[in-house]
């Protein structure tokens, strides 16, 4: 009888499924919306789990999952975008693309959506820092809503393909999925991190 009532209190993987995958699309909606999560971190270690278990099932899970997660946000932020932009007095989710768009990065991001268009919103997601200011240059360019989502559905499948594959690298090389979720996140912060410093240090070896 206590056995059987212990069995009860510890979560199966179906009930931990059923509460990681709604987790993660709702943490990487989040993060598309506000961008202060780490979601890249996120799907990294949900594929490092996924590893661990039922792959491939769990991981063309975390896939689906991610990437709709992602486009759904990138499409409601971008709408939300279009709003300010028609608005007299804006909108705080526009200066807030504002604020996180330095005058360089924008102005980067606006010659080359004049130079290949569309295709640019296909890379912006893969260059840490880079998706919105690609955001920004569109909203500006007034790009319609479905243009910017024909363009960002590919994104968004290959940052996750990215990150998931992160994980998977992650999981391969440590047996305890913890190993692993460490190992992503690590690897995750040094991509996103990298470009930053880079660009700082030569900033400062030119001044």
């Known amino acids: 009888m206590y056995l059987a009532a212990a069995t ?28 202060v999560v780490p979601t890249g971190a996120l799907v990294s270690s949900a594929a490092v789990v996924a590893f661990h278990r039922t792959a491939p099932f769990s991981l063309a899970l975390v896939f689906g ?17 279009r709003r300010g932009m028609r608005s007299k007095n804006g909108s705080r989710w526009l200066e807030n693309l504002r604020g996180r768009a330095p005058e ?9 959506l004049n130079e290949h268009g569309i295709a640019v919103l296909t890379l912006s997601r893969l260059v840490p820092a880079g998706r919105i200011p690609v955001m920004l240059a569109c909203l500006l360019a007034r790009m319609p809503l479905r243009e910017f989502a024909r363009g960002d559905a590919p994104a968004c499948l290959a940052w996750t393909a990215t990150y998931q594959l992160i994980g998977i690298v992650g ?33 400062a ?3």
């Open 205 to 207: 070896a030119t001044s």
């Open 104 to 112: 360089d990065r924008l102005a980067q991001a606006q010659e080359k």
């Open 65 to 81: 999952v991610a990437a709709l997660a992602a486009f759904l946000g990138d499409v409601a932020l971008y709408w939300l975008g």
């Open 171 to 203: 999981g391969s090389l440590f047996p305890k999925p913890w190993e692993g979720v460490v190992a992503a996140i690590v690897l995750t912060v040094v991509i996103s991190t990298a470009p930053g410093l880079w660009r700082r240090m030569r900033r």
């Open 8 to 35: 009860t209190l510890v979560p199966t993987e179906s009930t931990q499924q059923a509460v990681g995958y709604p987790s993660l699309f709702l943490l990487v909606l989040i993060g598309a919306l506000v961008p």
